[in-house]
């Protein structure tokens, strides 16, 4: 046994020479999935999650000047997702105004007409006074609002609908001002309360954004981008690993330590155990870029959690998958270019599916479903419960048996196709 | 026409036992229409070097390829210095150098690295592994390039390593797939120097070549393959003895006007004559009288002879003879 593990630890040295002496594989290891994770991290920032800055520009064009263009400006104001600005005088006119949201310096533009406030007040007046509809003398005042049209709709949707609960309100607070000012003619002395929040019926709705447990909560971009990264650099090392397989068989160097004592193990492990090495590295590298270089680029700090170990078992689990993968494929395929095109096509359909390059919580449900054929989501799942849930190592168990599951059926079809070759 | 000495078998010992015993082995791949080997039994002297002839597809390698443990034979048994190569492969692959067709070698790595790496693979550590390293690099005259990355070497120099990396644990039998396939003459005379060293040494040396001159040259003992059948096996010259032949081959120092082929055909006991160039053959059923007579007409010539040679068959007519595949095909 002390021969073997002699003979692993120097099949391990060899296979990391090789590994160094070639430095476009470095890059590709180390460097690339760094640097992307910083690119998507602080380019896909406004895109998960919560956004510690204004998302939405807003131009309001009050014209009125009264207390509707007021009220409009405060309630968005008020809003920490949108940054609302106040146009000046004289007001722009229409090209300008669809200049500047097609030119993207504002997502919105809402124009509140000159006189809204007078002409709100009146007709309340007449309502109050019970005049009929059909002999209203002002019609209902009509505010604007021009919008991005390559914003989503359901964000344009969702803005149109919180102005019109803003001018609801106004109008509440107009209507109860008139009917003070009736009674008040009327001999009665009613005040109503100024500050209208401490008497309303229903209370205002919050957001409860769950912390743990195993639903879908969104992830900010660097808790989205650290994992999907870490899991997709693991598994594109199937390339390098399965052409290294296939080169070294074609260069007949395996079936040479074929003919000597070399247990079947050790060669495997001699060549495995560089790349678990290296996507360890790839995984802690990529972590510590988020946690302490990403806050200096201005992009969100990654809180890594309090679970190490589950970190770690996560990690050893998917590496052992990505590799399994690699060495089945390098037993299937016939050639070092089908190795390459095959594992890289596969991984990126895996990752695709699996919710790394677009966030699972983002599907559609039918996706959802899909994408638990990946093994990318499993091990995506199992960061995602240590980052965004809160979980522990028992919280990975079940991710990480999976991965450890798919890594021992690949192993397994690899050497029935071994046996088969002999 | 060969003027080549025959190879001498200095440690070959008659009543020794074969250090390489095949029985009844038979290998059949999946979806195959035929046996790649089909019931061969064969007989490797200890101490030769053994030659393994055929056509391409005859079987050579994966008889080879069998007996290095890279193979599992479908039936029958391999005995290596009377172990069996299934059930005690361990053993089997201590005394067995082998030396793949292609270089086998990592060519990111120096060869030095190489070596020591393959030495290491076979449990040669410390002094005792750079001592065989030294000694290797020496053989494969390899000293000046040691420290360069493989990848830089020509090809000579890369069947150098490739050949010294099988030797790196002293092994007691060396397993050769065609060693000097598609290279230069200088880095086959090399390697042909090498075996004939180590032969002498006492290492048991079994070869497939595709090349007659060279199994000629070097191997003591041969066997034909074909159709994944041995046609036949035995001492390199009881095999040319068997095919005695009625041919007289000869070889002028010029070539003879044209008319030299009417000359020899006129020859009393001349069945037929062919003449090519400065070489002439000449069918009879009396070689030693007809001989006598070709000399004398011959000298009529003016042009001296090179060579003279009739009573044995050529490795290459014996191969034709037996498998009606020219060898080089």
Known sequence: MMDSLKKLATSVAKESRIILRDRQTMILFFVMPVLFVLILSLALRDAFGDRPGATFPMLVVDQDGGEVGKTVVSAFAANPHFRVERAGHPAPGQAALERAILDGRYRFVVIVPEGATEQAKRRVGEIAANVPPALLKDPSVQLRMLSDPTLRTDYRSMVSTALAVILHGEEMRLSGAQIEKNLRAMGYALELPTDLTRTRIFAEMRDEPLRSGRLNAIPSSVQQNA????????????????????????????????????PGWVVLGGKTTPYFVI????????????????????GDRLDPGHAPLALALLGAAASLAAIGFGIAVAMYARTAEQAASFSSATVMIMA???????????????????????????GLDGFLDVFVRGGGLMDVVPESLGLLAFSAACHTLAVLRYQNRL | MNNTSCPVSGRFDPAAPPVIEAENLCKTFKGASRAALDSVTLKIPRGVIFGMLGPNGAGKTTLLSILCGLLKPSSGRVRVDGKDIVTQASSVKRLLGVVPQEPAIYPALTARENLEYFGRMQGITGEHLQVRVRECLRLGELKDVENQRVEHYSGGYKRRLNLVIGLIHEPQILILDEPTVAIDPHSRSFIHQR?????????????STHQMDEAEQLCHHIAIINQGKIVTQGSLDALLESQRSGSIQAQMEQPPPPSFQGVLQRIPGVLEAYLDGRCFLVTTDDPEQTAVAVLGAVKLTGIPLVSLKFGTASLEQVFLSLTEHPLEQ
């Open chain 2, 195 to 207: 075996l004939r060293e180590l032969h002498a040494r006492g290492v048991s040396i079994v070869m």
């Open chain 1, 227 to 262: 994992p999907a990264w870490t899991l997709l650099a693991m598994f594109f090392l199937t390339v390098p690993l399965s052409v290294s397989f296939i080169k070294e068989r074609e260069q007949g160097s395996l079936s040479r330590l074929q003919t000597m004592s070399v």
């Open chain 1, 352 to 378: 695709a599916l699996g919710g790394i390059l677009v966030p699972k919580a983002v599907m559609p449900p039918l996706m959802q479903q899909f994408a638990t054929l990946s093994p990318l989501a499993w």
């Open chain 1, 279 to 298: 996507n360890q590295i790839q995984m802690v590298s990529i972590l510590l870029v988020s946690v302490y270089v990403l806050p200096l680029l201005g």
